[in-house]
């Protein structure tokens, strides 16, 4: 009875979103120039909802059938935010962008039951524990030197597109796969992050990486994938200028510091003075403090190739 129950709702789930790509424009791409640019084989952004879907479905179908309520119900989530950035930049006072590209309709995976708010503190001990705030910021040199030497070659870098400047990312993690070459130029970097115990390994929606914006450079409004992690950014090098927005709110990157949002939220970043220097930092993604260990297991497995 419970397994008969449990495919009706997935079944309700998949009819509830084939209507609803009837009337709603689908964008695949978490932020502009990404789509265009992946080269994974199996990459949750650029994927279609309805086949990640039905195959993240066919493998909760093999889990306990009553087991995982809220994961069954991150499957029938999808939702796509009609309106929302055209709403953050009127809150705001900024101008609603004319540009389609800027006003695409982000998706985003979520899980019902967990605290939302943009800003998390990096000092509470339900993010990065009692002491991983002040290990980063102990080791943001060390970080920072492994970071330019790589800075010096081409090798291992991606490139975003954005709308002015250069957005270049150094990936240790993307999307749950570790990519070994990058890591073994890191080594110091690499150890700290997997000691954290709630960074995202294993999971398709767990990353790590430097960024590194040119001077001018924008990104557009976008979103992350799924709501159920916080994205945190160490601050290696940190000119005046830098703005990241996140919801309606709005903060700046000091050097050795960490900030830590959630990125379901509508976020841009923006160089807003006259800075002649990139703006470094390291990213990572960790499991909203609220997602049980079983419920993270499941989630790696059912999103996994």
């Known amino acids: ?17 084939l209507l609803r790509r009837c009337s709603t424009r689908r964008h695949r791409a ?35 059938a009553d087991a995982h309520p809220r994961v069954l119900a991150v499957l029938n989530s999808c939702e796509f935010k ?17 540009s389609e590209e800027l006003r695409h309709q982000p998706h985003v995976w979520s899980m019902p039951g967990l605290h939302r708010r943009p800003w998390w503190g990096p000092d509470s001990p339900d993010v990065l524990g009692a002491t991983g705030a002040s290990e980063l910021r102990a080791r943001h040199q060390s970080i920072l030197e492994e970071c330019r ?12 597109a954005v709308p002015s400047g250069q957005w270049r990312l150094f990936y240790l993690y993307n999307q749950g796969m570790k990519y070994h070459e990058n890591c073994k ?11 954290f115990p709630s960074f995202m390994q294993t999971c398709p929606f767990g990353n790590a990486m430097f960024s590194v914006l040119e001077p001018g450079s924008t990104i557009p409004p976008h979103t992350g994938a799924c709501n159920f992690r916080i994205r ?19 903060r700046s ?6 900030l830590c949002f959630d990125d379901s939220y509508v976020h841009s970043v923006g ?18 403090p609220e997602v049980t260990t079983e419920e993270r297991r499941v989630l790696s497995e059912i999103f996994s190739d």
């Open 185 to 195: 130029k890191c080594p110091r970097t690499v150890e700290l992050i997997e000691d």
């Open 271 to 288: 160089d807003e003075g006259v800075s002649s220097q990139e703006r470094v930092v390291l990213i990572f993604d960790l499991w909203h």
């Open 1 to 17: 009875m419970d397994a008969l129950i449990v495919f009706l709702l997935l079944f309700l789930a998949v009819l509830a979103y």
């Open 149 to 160: 030497n790589v800075m010096d070659s081409e090798d291992g870098w991606a490139r975003n």
């Open 82 to 98: 009609t309106g929302i950035l055209c709403q953050l930049y009127e809150e705001s006072g900024r101008s609603v962008p004319s």
């Open 253 to 258: 990157w000091e050097e050795g510091k960490v």
């Open 232 to 250: 945190c950014h160490l601050s290696l090098v940190a000119p005046r200028g830098y703005v990241l927005h996140v919801g309606t709110g709005r």
């Open 30 to 64: 978490e932020g502009p120039g990404e789509e265009a640019r992946c080269t994974l084989r199996n990459c949750l952004r650029c994927k279609k909802e309805d086949t990640l879907r039905a195959e993240a479905s066919k493998k909760l179908m093999k889990l306990p």
